[in-house]
């Protein structure tokens, strides 16, 4: 199972096995409700905007779900003129990941855990897996952590455990099940 942070996808190049520059992931769309990655928001490179006939010299484009390799740079297994069926115009109706990132994180007790620091997501199924949370220095004691010189991050919250995402994300464990799930990084 490949994860990957939403962090490390942002800036990566898209490109195709004939050597077409895509462009560069800027965000991930996804569906709020099964949590599937819907595809990749992708800033258009003028040359290829033309090719494929969608978006423009500035404008993104949403590149869909598929077999790709993802390591320094995205590559698409196939050619440009191959891919056209996966690559659109994007669209801004569409929930963005970045959207999530820096959200408080609130137990179904009441306890605020802390912030969404990032999104790790499982790229052999496309789809959101969980939250990293940096944890608010009052929660440290609740969740039976150890406070350390640094504010630190932990894993843990996967999207199964989220019941709502509005102004804060919040949790359907409460503050003794979430200590049982989180993992510091």
């Known amino acids: 199972m490949a994860t990957i942070?939403?962090?490390?996808?942002?800036?990566?190049?898209?490109?195709?096995?004939?050597?077409?520059?895509?462009?560069?992931?800027?965000?991930?769309?996804?569906?709020?409700?099964?949590?599937d990655v819907l595809g990749l928001k992708v800033k258009s490179n003028k040359d290829v905007s033309k090719i494929i006939s969608a978006g423009s010299a500035r404008s993104m484009i949403l590149v869909r779900p598929g077999d790709y390799a993802i390591n320094d740079v995205i590559l698409f297994r196939d050619t440009l003129e191959d891919s056209r069926d996966r690559i659109s115009a994007d669209n801004d109706n569409i929930s963005s990941l970045s959207f999530l990132l820096g959200k408080k994180v609130v137990?179904?007790?009441?306890?605020?855990?802390?912030?969404?620091?990032?999104?790790?997501?499982?790229?052999?199924?496309?789809?959101?897996?969980?939250?990293?949370?940096?944890?608010?220095?009052?929660a440290y004691e609740p969740l039976g952590l150890k406070k350390g010189i640094f504010s630190k991050t932990a894993s843990g919250i996967l999207v199964t455990h989220i019941s709502a995402v509005t102004d804060n994300m919040s949790l359907y464990l409460t503050t003794s099940d979430l200590a049982d799930h989180l993992t510091l990084d």
Do not use: F, H
């Open 5 to 35: 942070a939403l962090d490390e996808l942002k800036g990566k190049e898209v490109i195709s096995s004939d050597a077409y520059l895509l462009g560069n992931v800027q965000d991930v769309r996804y569906d709020p409700v099964s949590w």
């Open 107 to 138: 137990s179904s007790d009441g306890l605020l855990v802390g912030t969404v620091s990032d999104v790790l997501l499982e790229m052999e199924r496309w789809s959101v897996q969980s939250v990293r949370v940096k944890l608010d220095k009052g």
